[in-house]
């Protein structure tokens, strides 16, 4: 086991993936440190969501190794990847259609409960758990100031509101985990308008520091990017392309070539 | 008015499988078309150990019920544990019903294609009783954490899995308890005919029971459990049609698809209706 550094929380070495003859991810190496919200950008078709999906145990890795505080995630199934701490959103928003909101919020919480037999007869023990997840995800949903939906049908959400209890519902896979959690977010933004998007912007910053949690972001509106993340990663085609701040990203001719194109120097003046 | 009796009976026998299937492809989102070998292995299981060592019905009933649910660990285990789709689950799940069919008629225990003459222990008693403890259970079961589990699963298995959930346990487990279910009603119906036979099992139950649960309605416990007992009962009470007795079956098979397609209690319980909670 790699002992990780003071700071990083998540390690990836050398991580490839391909499907076919198709190289997906090819030898990509970076290191999340712990607190802030870490950017994923690049060209569609560059891998990021492959990324994502590698981490979070989706799809096993041809090559190379993640670490989380030191765990060897590597062949974790996906729902021991969430239980050592790591949970996500989807680029295409995957709620619970047919549950209210509220039993959304619970399922990561009753994933992890104890109750076997004496679900069966509704002992008191039963009950008990039921009362906790139902409060713990109340304040969860509180917090991101969705409480007035809690016993709404989660397809009647609308777009925006929809996207916030998928973050409600990944902060509260991480609510029964001991030790850091890192939080995946594959492009919350997408189909938002400018406002909605810097709405969503402080909502993801508020809920970073709330929660204490480590975020990922992919994302496209660069502005978002810009705003919210402490440091940003960029690949191109399955391989990183550069890493840094969002400052010295803005300005790499590399990624100005690969990703930002000119149009980018605009934005300088913001 | 033994007939009638009868006739109600064998409802509540057929609604406790249905029950069972409802817990799997109802709440966890798999099809099954092969529940109808649960059936089968509850019926045999209980009906060698009363033919064969006169065990009492009431250590056979649940004994039926208990070789049921270890059988689908059989066919469990393998399918689910690949996360094979729905639709290759069913087919898998066929070729396990057929395979025992085929056991049954070749076994010696079993009596093979003759079949089992067995004691007539299940009275009304033990078939009430059998199906007031099912429902209970059930109830209190998908009211629990795996209800919500299960549901999180037949919605969207990629988030549930992303929620924590470990799919294949939960999965098997929902499975497992399905079958012990069809496997008490396949005691209560081999003592109930006192006669027992391998195609008495077949794809022909197995699409019965998926029928009454989808008619029913996905996602319902009463549902298809009211589903069932008018499956039953119609055909029986139709019988003065004669010939049409069974095209009306097909016809109002039709007819909830065209105009109920999520089924009669489709989402919602009968509760739900009393209390006036519109989902």
């Given amino acids: ?270 | 008015m033994d007939y009638e009796i009868n006739v109600v009976m064998l409802a509540c026998i057929n609604m406790i499988a249905v029950l069972g299937l409802a817990v799997f492809t109802g709440f966890t989102g798999l099809f099954s078309l092969g529940h109808a070998a649960f059936v089968g292995i509850g019926a045999y299981a209980s009906g060698v150990l009363t033919y064969h060592w006169n065990v009492p019905f009431f250590f056979a009933l649940p004994a039926g019920m208990a070789a049921a649910g270890l059988s689908s660990l059989v066919i469990g285990i393998p399918t689910l544990r690949a996360k094979l789709r729905s639709d290759y689950f069913a087919i898998a799940i066929l070729g396990f019903g057929e395979a025992l069919r085929v056991c049954l008629e070749n076994l010696s225990i079993t009596n093979g294609a003759r079949g089992l003459s067995v004691n007539e222990f299940s009275g009304p008693g033990w078939i009430l009783g059998t199906l007031a403890l099912s429902l209970l259970a059930t109830r209190n079961f998908l009211k629990s954490r795996f209800g919500t589990l299960f549901v999180a699963i037949r919605e969207d298995p990629i988030a549930a899995e992303m929620a924590g959930i470990d799919l294949f346990k939960m999965r098997l487990l929902s499975l497992v308890v399905s079958a012990t279910l069809c496997g008490a009603s396949g005691a209560l119906l081999a003592h109930r005919l006192a006669f027992i036979q391998p195609v008495m099992f077949t794809l022909t139950q197995s699409t019965q029971l998926l029928a009454s649960v989808i008619a029913g309605g996905i996602g319902s416990v009463s549902g298809p459990v009211i589903v069932a007992f008018v499956f039953t009962a119609l055909p029986e009470m139709l019988r003065s049609l004669n010939m049409w007795r069974l095209p009306a079956y097909g016809l109002l098979l039709v007819l909830i698809m065209i105009y109920r397609p999520q089924g009669l209690l489709g989402y919602r319980e009968l509760s739900d209706l009393f209390r006036g909670r519109a989902r």
């Fill in chain 1, 1 to 270: 086991m790699t002992a990780p550094g003071p700071t990083s929380l998540l390690e990836v070495r050398g991580l490839s993936r391909s499907f076919g003859g198709i190289r997906a991810v090819e030898a990509l190496s970076f290191d999340v440190a712990r607190g802030g919200i870490m950017g994923l950008i690049g060209p569609n078709g560059a891998g990021k969501t492959t990324v994502f999906n590698l981490i979070t145990g989706v799809y096993r890795p041809t090559a190379g190794t993640i670490f989380l505080n030191g765990i060897d995630l590597t062949k974790k199934r996906p729902h021991e990847v969430v239980r050592a701490g790591i949970a996500r959103t989807f680029q295409n928003i995957r709620l619970f259609n047919r549950m209210t909101c509220l039993e959304n919020v619970m399922t990561p919480l009753l994933a992890r409960g104890d109750a076997a037999l004496g679900a069966f007869f509704r002992t008191p023990f039963v009950r008990g758990e039921e009362r906790k997840a139902r409060e713990t995800a109340l304040a969860v949903m509180e917090d991101m100031g969705l409480a007035d939906t809690a016993y709404r049908l989660a397809s009647t959400l609308p777009y925006g509101l929809q996207r916030k209890l998928e973050i409600a519902r990944a902060l509260a896979c991480g609510l029964l985990v001991q030790g850091p959690r890192l939080v995946l977010l594959d492009e919350p933004a997408a189909g938002m308008n400018e406002a909605e998007t810097r709405e969503l912007g402080e909502v993801i910053l508020k809920t970073q520091k709330d929660f204490d949690v480590t975020m990922m972001l992919i994302e496209h509106h660069i502005n978002l990017v810009m705003n919210v993340c402490t440091r940003i990663v960029v690949m191109e085609r399955g391989t990183l392309l550069a890493e840094g701040s969002p400052h010295a990203i803005r300005s790499d001719e590399r990624v100005i070539a690969a990703y930002l194109g000119r149009k980018g120097k605009n934005e300088h003046g913001r």
